[in-house]
């Protein structure tokens, strides 16, 4: 089973719709969480944080089921500009912190 | 915000050539910065960490002679590709991090061709 684990779409929606992607991670020491937003041929930038108690940003909506082991992302009222890859990433406890990627959801939004 | 600047962000080479990736942060200090390869539709894949003043550490499977990396000062690290052949041909970005808190601040990228 890989560590990080993302079902990689892509995810097709229109204008406005509500989508969510999960990623599921292997490691139960993982101690912080990611969601990252890459457009294709650009660098990964950082779109939230995950935290235990889930936090919500605008239209992004991110949780943390530590029992089943995985993180959502929710996007509300979709707009053409939020096509892109999602990736997810896990970075373990203990002083390491070496973040491992999933290898992203691809959403596409249309008109 | 935290900025990583990367360069350069795109180069060709020729075959056998070595090319040099440099990597800095801007306005934090990274004791640790992280190089990635990216092959196209594939996912990132880290090849190494790099620690300041210490050796780096490689991923199982990548080459430590082939890829070069040095992190002399808290804002530097470079990646020196050696002897590149086409197979190397990639996107390779580089990560730095301040704290768990704040994520990981990424590199622009470099796009490597080698012909």
């Known amino acids: 089973r890989k560590e990080v684990e993302q079902d990689p779409g892509p995810f097709n929606v229109p204008e406005g719709a509500t989508v969510a992607f999960n990623c599921t991670y292997s490691?139960?020491?993982?101690?912080?969480f990611f969601w990252y937003r890459q457009d294709c041929r650009k660098e990964p930038k950082l779109l939230m944080s995950?935290?235990?108690s889930g936090n919500e940003d605008g239209r992004f909506t991110a949780q943390l089921n530590r029992a089943s082991q995985y993180i959502s992302l929710l996007i509300r009222d979709s707009k053409l500009s939020d096509s892109a890859t999602y990736l997810c990433?896990?970075?373990?406890?203990?002083?390491?912190?070496?973040?491992?990627f999933g290898r992203g959801t691809s959403l596409i939004v249309h008109p | 915000g935290a900025v990583v600047s990367q360069h350069p962000s795109r180069v060709i080479c020729k075959s056998g050539t070595s090319v040099k990736i440099e990597c800095r942060s801007l306005?934090?200090?990274?004791?640790?910065m992280f190089w990635y390869r990216q092959f196209p539709k594939k996912s990132l894949m880290l090849m190494a960490t790099?620690?300041?003043?210490?050796?780096?550490?490689?991923e199982q499977g990548v080459e430590k002679d082939k890829f070069l990396i040095n992190h002399a000062s808290l804002t530097l690290s470079t990646l020196t590709v050696t002897s590149a052949h086409p197979e190397d041909s990639s996107f390779y970005i580089c990560?730095?991090?301040?704290?768990?808190?704040?994520?990981?601040?990424f590199g622009s990228g470099t796009r490597l061709t080698v012909v």
């Open positions: 990560s730095a991090g301040d704290g768990i808190h704040y994520g990981y601040t």
């Open positions: 490691n139960s020491a993982s101690q912080s």
């Open positions: 995950v935290y235990s």
């Open positions: 990433v896990v970075n373990l406890s203990g002083g390491s912190y070496i973040p491992t």
């Open positions: 306005d934090f200090q990274a004791t640790t």
């Open positions: 790099s620690n300041e003043g210490s050796k780096a550490t490689y």
